[in-house]
């Protein structure tokens, strides 16, 4: 019996562990508010409204790269389409919980610094999609695989 193993290579690294960072953005702090003048200070993380997506797309990255190492083929989800519409709705439902966070008006831009360090895990979870749709272009120009 022989085994199909492609290498991983550097797309499907950068997509993996984009999604690492997505999945680690997720559960850290996204905004806070609050905890001031005596005042408790309210949190929320990835895990509210549709930052849900975001992990779920983290999570469906994960399962993407690690599939054809599954199987004894190729499998033809291992394309750049599947890592394109990952990435597209990864981006779509950040914004769209971003787009809610501004309307609740979370941050505060009289602080500019508060902007940075109100929230790390937005911006980690930025920084994670961003590596995802470069992964998925990465692997749009590989030979062979469109």
């Not at 599939?67 to 890592?83: Q, S």
């Not at 360090?117 to 272009?137: E, F, K, Q, S, V």
């Amino acid at each position: 019996m022989t085994m199909h193993r492609r290498p991983v290579g550097r797309a499907r690294l950068l997509a993996a562990l984009g999604a690492v960072l997505i999945l680690a953005g997720s559960v850290l702090r996204w905004w806070a508010v609050g905890g001031e003048n005596g005042l408790p200070e309210l949190t929320g993380n990835g895990f509210d409204g549709f930052g849900i997506l975001v992990f779920v797309v983290a999570l469906a990255t994960i399962a993407l790269v690690t599939l054809p190492y599954a199987t004894e083929r190729p499998v033809g989800a291992d394309r750049w389409p599947a890592y394109a519409i990952l990435a597209a709705t990864g981006w779509i439902a950040f914004g769209i919980q971003l787009a809610d966070l501004l309307a609740l008006r979370v941050f505060r831009f009289d602080q500019p610094t508060e902007v940075f360090t109100n929230g790390p895990g937005l911006w980690l979870t930025a920084i994670g999609l961003a590596m995802l749709a470069r992964a998925a272009y990465d692997i749009f120009r590989e030979p062979g695989y469109r």
